[in-house]
T-cell receptor
Framework: IAGITQAPTSQILAAGRRMTLRCTQD?????MYWYRQDLGLGLRLIHY???????GKGEVPDGYSVSRANTDDFPLTLASAVPSQTSVYFC????????????FGEGSRLTVL | GQNIDQPTEMTATEGAIVQINCTYQ??????LFWYQQHAGEAPTFLSY??LDGLEEKGRLSAFLSRSKGSRYLLLKELQMKDSASYLCAVVDSNYQLIWGAGTKLIIKP
């Protein structure tokens, strides 16, 4: 049982480069989320999707974009990476939008130099 | 703004009991959630309270009393593997999940 798979696990990226973090779930969950986690701060929501074909902005959406072409995939793109985007990124899903019970991927550690 | 407060770090002894408190200021309340996160790993769901009361799962209890402003996670018979961060989160009136920064629990032999 895979659950949620994120790729890459870790990446070092030059500033200005474009980067896509991949996220795939096999639980047929409707809702999916992208969070970033930085030391001393709570998880911060970047973007979310309540169902395939829809997306929404979270707390810190600037510099990021997402798409939800189907139920399983929810990629996060950094169009032009900046050092402040150095973080650990977690993809998560839940069966319902209103549920606080999330299932997380293993995370993608991104370093922007 | 919306805010979740919990202790930054706590230390406890193996075999003992620890209580991790969580306070929140959010626009509405639709449930309080606890997650465990080991260093370098993803958060995993532990428990949630939406009504006042005590939720028990083995060595873990999650308590909520909105009238008394009391919400905490209780871990009993602590084991070394309980060393982790414990994240408190609240679902607000817009069904958005608001996260605390987490409490790092250090267990000593």
């Amino acid at each position: 049982i895979a659950g949620i798979t994120q790729a890459p696990t870790s990446q070092i990226l030059a500033a200005g480069r474009r980067m896509t973090l991949r996220c795939t779930q096999d639980m047929r969950h409707n809702a999916m989320y992208w969070y970033r986690q930085d030391l001393g701060l709570g998880l911060r929501l970047i973007h979310y999707s309540n169902t395939a074909g829809t997306t929404g902005k979270g707390e810190v959406p600037d510099g990021y974009s997402v798409s939800r072409a189907n139920t399983d995939d929810f990629p996060l793109t950094l169009a032009s990476a900046v050092p402040s985007q150095t973080s650990v990124y977690f993809c998560a899903s839940s069966p319902r939008t209103s549920s606080g019970e999330l299932f997380f991927g293993e995370g993608s550690r991104l370093t922007v130099l | 703004g919306q805010n979740i407060d919990q202790p930054t770090e706590m230390t406890a002894t193996e075999g003992a009991i620890v209580q991790i408190n969580c306070t929140y200021q959010t626009s509405g309340f639709n449930g309080l959630f606890w997650y465990q996160q080991h260093a370098g790993e993803a958060p995993t769901f532990l428990s949630y309270n939406v009504l006042d009361g005590l939720e028990e799962k083995g060595r873990l209890s999650a308590f909520l009393s909105r009238s008394k402003g009391s919400r905490y996670l209780l871990l009993k018979e602590l084991q070394m593997k309980d060393s982790a961060s414990y994240l408190c989160a609240v679902v607000d009136s817009n069904y958005q999940l608001i996260w605390g920064a987490g409490t790092k629990l250090i267990i000593k032999p």
